[in-house]
């Protein structure tokens, strides 16, 4: 069995650059990178979007716990007798910078909007992004064609747009000026052209409170909760949960953070009232219960539901996991024993 290699691990650790972006334009097979942004306010998403989410990229490389845990991983993976790639976090995101297309020291941030489920990924649905970067016009194009796909410019709303010219791909690009840009399917990066010119409405009030509604961190999101898209019930260890409390959530929201030498997630659930919420507090507290309690969990597992703390504010409960990255570490040097 071989290792990972070079790219797996520059695509995995540092591959913070076009992933985001090329698969909202339905061209992934184009450039291979992955992105993230977090300064590219939500009110550019039109208010055809179910979903959105943003991440700060230059504040999630540059996190001392973000290069703890890569320098972890890269410690395992480079006991690998066919790796030959980096070792460190610094050399991936040096050898990043120096051979992606377009460096990921030039992408600031950037905002994903959709149909729910999609984010940004291609095909038919409706997905775009927004991203704010140091690059240039010609070198995203660039970028773009780099794959061999052509793209022919012309103009929407008086703004600059490149649309892809294959009959397979429905894809394009618009310049929105000042090092900002959108692409992803045609009418998702026509919509956002519009809120950009003040033509078009963002997002309404129930999606961006659902985001508003997560605390600070370097990737975010918000999404609508479809009707019967939850679980009504789940088997736990021989037993039978409910769950039909989370039929009566609308929304939901996320953020992924760092703070000081711990990270964590939040995800949040918005009900229809403060009524449901509390159903939904109760039947998310007694699935951790079962949990716990079933043979087959074990003690670090245990330990990590000891962990997540569940708590209500009107119509809104916020579920969190919060860990040391020393913890983290541990873990990633025990499953590196385990499975190496």
């Known amino acids: 069995m071989t290792g990972p290699s070079r790219r797996d691990v520059l695509r995995a650790s540092a591959g913070v650059g076009l992933a985001a972006l090329t698969a909202s334009a339905g061209c992934t097979e184009q450039i291979s990178d992955f992105t993230g942004g977090g300064g590219v306010s939500t009110d550019s998403a039109p208010a055809a979007s179910r979903?959105?989410?943003?991440?700060?990229?230059?504040?999630?490389?540059?996190?001392?716990?973000?290069?703890?845990?890569?320098?972890?991983?890269?410690?395992?993976?480079?006991?690998?007798?066919?790796?030959?790639?980096?070792?460190?976090?610094?050399a991936v995101l040096d050898e990043a910078e120096a051979e992606a297309t377009l460096p990921p020291s030039g992408l600031q941030s950037v905002l994903g909007f959709g149909e729910f489920g999609y984010f940004g990924f291609g095909g038919d649905a409706y997905a775009g992004a927004v991203f704010e970067a140091e690059w240039s016009e010609t070198e995203v194009v660039d970028a773009l064609e780099d794959g061999g796909a052509t793209y022919t410019e012309g103009e929407y709303s008086g703004t600059t747009t490149y649309t892809n010219d294959s009959e397979?791909?429905?894809?394009?690009?618009?310049?929105?000026?000042?090092g900002r840009y959108v692409v992803g399917s045609t009418d998702a990066v026509e919509d956002?052209?519009?809120?950009?010119?003040?033509?078009?409405?963002?997002?309404?009030?129930?999606?961006?409170?659902?985001?508003?509604?997560?605390?600070?961190?370097?990737?975010?999101?918000?999404?609508?909760?479809?009707?019967?898209?939850?679980?009504?019930?789940?088997?736990?260890?021989?037993?039978?949960?409910?769950?039909?409390?989370?039929?009566r959530v609308t929304h939901s929201g996320g953020a992924l953070y760092s703070n000081g030498d711990t990270v964590g997630l939040e995800v949040v659930f918005v009900a229809v009232d403060s009524q449901a919420a509390e159903a939904v507090v109760e039947q998310t507290e007694a699935l951790v219960t079962v949990a716990k309690s079933t043979e087959s969990t074990t003690e670090e597992v245990e330990a990590a539901l000891d962990?997540?703390?569940?708590?209500?504010?009107?119509?809104?409960?916020?579920?969190?996991?919060?860990?040391?990255?020393?913890?983290?570490?541990?873990?990633?040097?025990?499953?590196?024993?385990?499975?190496?």
């Open 307 to 340: 962990r997540l703390t569940v708590s209500q504010d009107g119509d809104t409960v916020s579920t969190t996991y919060e860990t040391t990255v020393a913890e983290l570490e541990t873990r990633i040097e025990a499953l590196g024993e385990q499975y190496g």
């Open 168 to 178: 397979y791909v429905e894809a394009e690009l618009a310049v929105l000026g000042d």
């Open 192 to 247: 956002a052209v519009d809120v950009a010119n003040g033509e078009g409405d963002a997002i309404g009030s129930a999606l961006s409170n659902a985001y508003d509604g997560t605390r600070d961190g370097y990737v975010r999101y918000g999404a609508e909760v479809p009707d019967d898209s939850l679980p009504r019930r789940i088997p736990v260890g021989g037993e039978t949960v409910e769950l039909d409390a989370y039929q």
């Open 51 to 90: 979903g959105v989410f943003t991440a700060d990229v230059q504040g999630l490389l540059g996190d001392e716990n973000t290069a703890r845990l890569a320098n972890a991983y890269l410690g395992v993976v480079s006991q690998n007798e066919y790796y030959s790639g980096p070792e460190s976090y610094e």
